[in-house]
């Protein structure tokens, strides 16, 4: 039998319980620091390139929660949810992100700046404006395809060049945060349940973001009702998914 250290063996426990859960009971308390502490948790959530595009937004008093719930197609886990919590992609910010993280590290480093925080610095400096900066007609997707193409007959290179890869890098960053939120809110004795079913036209207007800005999860949570995980865990057999090459 596989022996488990302390910490492992509560982590286990957490991940395990955790189950999309689509019904919360109404009259329960739920204890609303839970969440200000897990999302606390989830920034610290690894992400690209530490760019930290993302926001999140608690929904708590009960005229949006409402609203958001109709948004969210007046699914029971948004519409018996005691908190919202919807998780944004600001792929927008990469900028001004972007001059922050610099500034950090010009305010951190010691001088003189070794060889590895010059290259820290060139990276921000010159490689992400080159990663992340797009035109309406496309010349930037040009310009990297162009230099991948270039770089790849020379070897390895990521093949990062239209606008969709600098989006799905948002949404991957959001997504990891998503989940340590989820961890964390098991981990306060609270339920959750992630939701890609809502109008993300109507909940952008409702929450007043900018076009660019994209809905990467809207994450329901509260004290778990009894029958509010609608069926049993099923998974793929593990030898199926997990390859050893
Ligand atoms: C990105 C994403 C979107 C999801 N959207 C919804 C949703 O809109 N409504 C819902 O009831 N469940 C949603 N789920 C929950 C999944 O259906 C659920 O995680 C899956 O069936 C596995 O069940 P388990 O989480 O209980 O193990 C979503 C999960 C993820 C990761």
């Known amino acids: 039998m596989l022996i488990m250290n302390q910490a492992a063996e509560v982590f286990d426990k957490i991940v395990t319980a955790r189950r999309a859960v689509r019904k919360y009971k109404e009259d329960a308390s739920f204890d609303s620091d839970a969440v200000a502490r897990s999302l606390a948790r989830a920034v610290l959530a690894p992400n690209s390139s530490n760019l930290q595009t993302w926001e999140f937004y608690r929904i708590k008093t009960a005229a949006t929660k409402a609203e ?14 005691h908190e919202l919590v919807v998780v944004v992609c600001r792929g927008d910010k990469w900028r ?12 951190s480093f010691s001088d003189p700046l070794t060889k590895r925080d010059r290259r820290a610095i060139e990276y921000y400096k010159r490689n992400i404006p080159l990663l992340y900066m797009n035109d309406p007609f ?40 998503a989940q340590t939120f989820m ?7 609270y339920a959750t349940c992630p939701m890609e079913g ?8 409702l929450l007043k973001l900018p076009r660019k800005a994209e809905i990467n999860m809207v994450i329901a949570t509260g004290p778990a009702e009894e029958g509010g995980v609608y069926s049993d865990r099923y ?6 998914v997990v390859k050893e090459v």
Do not use: Y
């Open 68 to 81: 958001v719930a109709r948004l969210c197609m007046n699914q029971g886990a948004a519409r018996t949810a």
């Open 96 to 107: 001004e992100n972007s001059q922050r993280v610099l500034e950090h590290m010009h305010k």
């Open 138 to 177: 496309g010349f930037m997707t040009l310009v990297r395809t162009l230099i991948v193409q270039f770089k790849s007959w020379q070897g390895p290179m990521v093949r990062w060049s239209g606008s969709a890869n600098s989006r799905i890098i948002t949404h991957k960053s959001a997504a990891l945060a």
């Open 183 to 189: 961890l964390s809110m098991q981990a306060e004795g």
């Open 198 to 205: 809502f109008d993300e036209k109507r909940l952008k207007r």
């Open 235 to 240: 998974r793929f057999p593990i030898e199926e």
